[in-house]
């Protein structure tokens, strides 16, 4: 059933809470906590009695502490750009929200971290490192809004974690405030700290572990150089074919990203970017490196993209990511699901993962699926990682469609578990995809998981209901989507 | 149960010694075995190809050695997909081999990889030189599966290279020293193998220059794998070990690339002038560049891990973690006379090798005083080698950190009979 419940806040919590953090970092009118009722993924809703929004590590400290004393549920927040519901106050309580918590506290290039706060939003450190020769990887699509801290809670990817690995590969370290408000520094500015790594458990512990202050990513050096380009293609089919065979032959792109011709089109309704809209698919082909070995890698991919039936558009060369035909591409890449207004009122995204080789396979069913739902679905995703988002369009208000698109959701990432993949590559199980838990995993790998938990988080105070289905009882679903940007 | 009084021929390090073998071959035989044992209040004592049997505090409670060497197939190698799935008994020289015929790798080096089981590798977190370029064991793996001492097969992650679907046990296995449980599969993220790989040996009157040399490499126009600092014994050991003839006698540089042959070439000539400097400057490729790979990666494991070599080899070693910037004042703070020196310097980790001869009290001063500055400089100094009857006093795993008693606490969820690896880690 729906998790919709609340607490009793009392009114001497509240004051207690105004006096930790300020009343001007505290809301509790109901027509303000309307905004904080749900993430990205707006199936499920549940307001928080008190949003508090502190500016110290001290104030987090002094937050949780209380909400121990009072026995009252606390869920940490970023930029709410989860698609997962990995930050719904799910039992309502204290809503402890990190976007004030937001300077960069240093940068040493010489040796190569930074440390951060975690309401940085992924793209002021970009920014802040720009000219530098270095920057940080991970890049979500939602780079713009989303948080570090949220990226480090989810494990968060990205169009250039093909070469350059996910969040956990550039975290050396996280400041945990732990649920009972005890602070413990895990991992370190130096690598390789004695101990188990723990900063590579607790990242992607979607906020139960408890709330992240401080983090210490790694820097990487930039690339010299890089050849970006379109690779156009008849056919779903070819495009797929054409990942395959990139990695097959071992090409390492920094990104290889595939658009299908409905999100073309939208894309190209709505912003005008000049993809070719009578293409059947678009990939989106990065290569980069030291220029001196640029035009061989670029010429073996283009090698691959023509074997499969396709043409190269667009080619561009550049030196500092910064060129503004490059810029466009990503801004295009990146404004997909802003374009999607363009075609439908709502829109469920999926994230499922398969092999690599199965991309052909997995598309093939996708659109097997939709037809036999009476669904229109669009794609675009990081197809080098085998990461795939199709986005199921539908209507809200007629009932019908929303349970077919359930049942279409459903299905696909039944099959990619068919195919030996995953149900989440980036946006993380939340609450909405517990169910497929035991599907993934065993009654023993999942008790391993859920004594982990117990070790940060024994009370279950913090984030309760999520990740782990162990305890929650079901829960129905009776919405898929989201909306579509005005 | 007590400690064997007449030693059989399974050792569990520092003088102690198996009561008995399990060594299955399958895995849910070893995990059945481990809940069983464990059930009786026997130590379980994991072992791949004993390559770092020393390391680690003193085994404490009788026990059972557990040989994954039974479990060593090759479990799935989708090729095209850029991943490999493997028991953990296969030692890191055959997987490479597997790797090799498809014209891949695992980019990860471990000292003795003949021996060294791939369990055992990541157990460990072994690493060597082109971790600067290419990352550490914790970068390469997306999928385990362990037997506890509850007698249960865990898994975490999965065969895919994305996935974020569960608490990230990969990452909490890798390095955790046989002390959760053992390691029976894992799955790894391979890459194409480069079509050449060189070195760059230079040679230095003495270590004042590096910090700004290593400075200009780190914004270097080349991109390099490897950024290697020798003191001089370390030098002289390496060029021994690696049987080219290369000049030592000072402090060494060795600066690894790896790529297209056009693109080693190019940033060879570019390394020329960043390392202009240098009192030599030799480019090492083809087969001898492997040679000194090989000795590159296996020095820092001393003669000992190695087996039979008849090298003098070190009873007390040390690896520092520090920032970068600070390698080169702690290289230089050490005495040569003492100790052989080795540093992946661009990823701020410096090892030690006491010289043979120098007695072990000089060589515990040292380590007392480095692990000061180690510590005082945001890092951390433990110690993989080290004389038992040292070990209590030393301190084998550095100065104590703040997350110590959450990783305990981790254990304990994970092995509460504390039956697993007793008395080496946690």
Known sequence: MAVAQSVDISESLRAELARAVGPENLLHHRDELVVYECDGYVIEKNVPDVVVFPTSTEQVVAVVRLCNTYDVPFVPRGAGTSLAGGTLAVGGGV??????????????????????????????????????????APDPSSQTACTIGGNVATNSGGPHTLKYGVTVNHVRGVELVLPDGR?????????????????????????????????????????????????VFESVDQATETVSGLIAAGIVPAALEMLDTLMIQALEEAFGFGFPTDAGAVLIIEVDGLEAGLEHEAEAVAEVVRRNGGSVKNAIAWTTRKEPEYVAIWKARKSAFG???????????????????????????????????GLRIANVFHAGDGNIHPILLFDERDPAQVRRVLDASHEIL???????????????????????????????????MVALREVF???????????????????ERKSPGRHAPA | MNWPDSPNDTPLGDGRFASAVERPTDRQELADALGRLAAEGIGLYPQGGRTALECGGIPARPGVAIDVTGLSRVVDYPAADMTITVEAGLTLAELQRTLGAQGQRLPLEAPAADLATIGGVFATDSSGPRRFGNGRPRDLIIGVAFASSKGELVKGGGRVVKNVAGYDLPKLLTGSMGSLGVIVELTLKTRPRPEAT??????????????????????????????????????????????????????????????????????????????????????????????????????PAGGLALGGEGEASSALSFKANLLPSSVVAFVESIDPGRWEVQSHAGNGIVWGLGRPGIEVDRLAEDVTRLREAAVSAGGNLIL???????KPSLGIWGAPRGDWELARMVKRAIDPAGAMNPGRFL
């Open chain 1, 95 to 136: 809503m402890i929200c990190l976007t004030r918590m937001k300077r960069i506290l240093e940068i040493n290039t010489r040796d190569r971290y930074a440390v951060v706060e975690p309401g940085v939003v992924n793209v002021w450190l970009t920014r802040a490192l720009a000219g530098s020769g270095f920057h940080y």
């Open chain 1, 183 to 231: 602070v413990v520094e895990i991992g370190g500015k130096a690598e390789d700290t004695p101990g188990l790594d723990l900063a590579g458990l607790v990242v992607g512990n979607e906020g139960t572990f408890g709330v992240v202050t401080k983090v210490i990513v790694n820097l990487t050096r930039d690339p010299e150089a890089g050849r970006t380009f379109l690779g």
């Open chain 1, 339 to 373: 374009a999607i207004g363009r075609l439908s009122p709502t829109f469920c995204t999926q994230d499922g993962v398969v092999p690599r080789t199965k991309l052909p396979h997995i598309l093939r069913r996708i659109t097997e699926i939709g037809a036999k739902n």
């Open chain 1, 414 to 448: 039944e099959e990619c578990i068919a195919c030996g993949g995953s149900v989440t590559g980036e946006h993380g199980i939340g609450v909405e995809k517990m169910e497929f838990m035991p599907r993934l995993f065993s009654p023993s790998d999942l008790a391993a």
């Open chain 1, 457 to 475: 988080n024994p009370q279950g105070r913090c984030s309760p209901g999520k990740m782990l289905p162990i305890g929650v009882g079901c829960i």
């Open chain 2, 198 to 299: 060189a070195l760059c040996w230079s040679t230095w009157p003495g270590m004042e220059p590096l910090e700004e040399v290593l400075g200009v490499l780190n914004t270097s126009r080349t991109r390099p794998v490897a950024l290697e600092l020798l003191n001089g014994p370390a030098a002289e050991a390496v060029a021994r070990r690696s049987g080219l003839d290369l000049p030592a006698g000072g402090v060494v540089l060795a600066v690894g690339l790896e790529g297209t042959e056009t693109l080693v070439s190019w940033q060879l000539d570019v390394l020329e002038a960043e390392l202009g400097g240098a009192s030599g400057l030799v480019p090492v490729r083809g087969s001898d560049a492997d040679r000194l790979w090989g000795a590159l990666t296996d020095h």
């Open chain 2, 384 to 390: 993989p080698r080290c004389p038992t009857d040292r």
